[in-house]
């Protein structure tokens, strides 16, 4: 089956955290195609953030924006994650959790309960003297939490013998529009790119009713695209100038413009989107350094002095006729210390040119990113 996909959201616990991430990542990928999910990482970095003591606790708890008692922590990613389950009753949205600790060490009994309770992750030991093996046990799982769209997140080389434990958050999501496009409609037609090169697309069309706005301190159209019986949705934001992009992006954090049902003639290009990202260094530049430092203390996870060495994430997002298909997994490798009402004319958003979008319900993004040309 064919789905429309566009999934790049962020759920957030704190929102704050997952926009400052995506700021960076969409400046730092201003030329290519992206999909993220700043949710993965904050679920991730919340993980190790449960074992963290002193000025690393501190500087994580700062840029994640987290409570100073780890208790209410941990009560809001439960509440969090309990409200998820079940929820959706025609699109999946499913979320997961585990550690890999490498079998030399052991978690903290306090820590292993907490994150097992509230974060609904279990522990798994592994040994790292086959590395070939153990990257595949880890790969194992984030390809079954993604349905197959994601691999692996680790290469053999990952697995060192100073490899202590391996955090993993993965988030999948797959949904049906509301109004499905007609694939009889769908053409070959021309994308414009910000630096005025033209290239090829597969637009879909479809005319109706959508809550939809031309917002005027963004100098931009927005859309909301439902999903066939579910909370969330997709939100499109077209730039009116071709190059307007990157200054849309600055400001649509925290969007809460009015977007009223309206008929609109919407043409969007379908696209498949593939992302890795490495971390460390943005998340450092957001104030996270100890973390991965020789003064690192995660004494509160494992009994043995630990670092954070990388954060990986890998994010998917298809988007085509029928619906949304999205996933994305983080993965944290910790080692050793080494407008007016009334009638209108139809809308016309024809996005031809460079857009952002993001996925997520009232409360929370789950996927987010940017389509900036079309596949070479």
């Not at 040994?127 to 197959?148: E, G």
């Not at 769908?186 to 879909?204: H, W, Y």
């Not at 609109?264 to 498949?272: A, D, I, R, T």
């Not at 100890?290 to 890998?314: M, P």
Request: hydrophobic letters at 40%.
């Amino acid at each position: 089956m064919k789905y429309l996909c566009l999934i790049l959201l962020a759920t957030s616990v704190t929102c704050r955290f997952t926009d400052d991430l995506y700021q960076l990542l969409a400046k730092e990928n201003a030329n290519e195609n992206l999909i993220s999910s700043p949710l993965s990482v904050e679920i991730a970095m919340g993980l190790a953030y449960m074992g963290a003591e002193g000025k690393t606790a501190q500087e994580i708890r700062n840029v994640l924006k987290l409570p100073t008692d780890k208790k209410e922590v941990a009560r809001k990613y439960k509440d969090f994650l309990t409200n998820l389950e079940g929820r959706e009753k025609v699109a999946i949205l499913d979320l997961a959790n585990r550690i890999y600790v490498n079998d030399k060490y052991t978690l903290v009994p306090e820590f292993n309960q907490v994150v097992r309770d509230s974060f609904k992750a279990e522990a798994e030991a592994i040994s790292v003297k086959d590395r070939k093996k153990a990257a595949s046990i880890i790969n194992k799982w984030v390809k079954k939490q993604t349905r197959d769209r994601i691999k692996n997140i680790v290469e053999e080389e990952d697995i060192t013998n100073d490899l202590i434990a391996v955090l993993l958050n993965a988030i999948y999501f797959k949904g049906q529009w509301q109004y499905q496009f007609d694939s009889s409609n769908t053409k070959k037609a021309d994308f414009r790119t910000a630096d005025k090169k033209i290239g090829s697309v597969q637009m879909m069309s479809l005319s109706g009713s959508f809550r939809a706005n031309y917002i005027p301190e963004l100098d931009a159209k927005v859309i909301e695209l439902p999903y066939r019986n579910s909370s969330l949705y997709m939100v499109i934001f077209l730039p009116e100038k071709v190059d307007g992009l990157p200054e849309l992006e600055k400001k649509i954090a925290g969007f809460s413009g009015f977007l009223m049902p309206r008929n609109v003639n919407l043409k969007l290009p379908k696209f498949k989107i593939e992302f890795k990202s490495l971390l460390k260094e943005i998340l450092m530049k957001m104030g996270i350094v100890d973390a991965f430092s020789r003064n690192a203390d995660f004494s509160g996870l494992v009994k043995a002095e630990a670092k954070i060495s990388k954060v990986i994430q890998k994010a998917f997002i298809e988007v085509n006729e029928e619906g949304a298909e999205a996933a994305a997994v983080t993965a944290v490798l910790m080692t050793g210390k080494c407008a007016s009402c009334g009638p209108k004319p139809p809308m016309e958003f024809n996005a031809d040119h460079p857009f952002a979008y993001v996925i997520r319900d009232q409360k929370t993004i789950y996927f987010q990113g940017h389509f900036v040309k079309p596949k070479q």
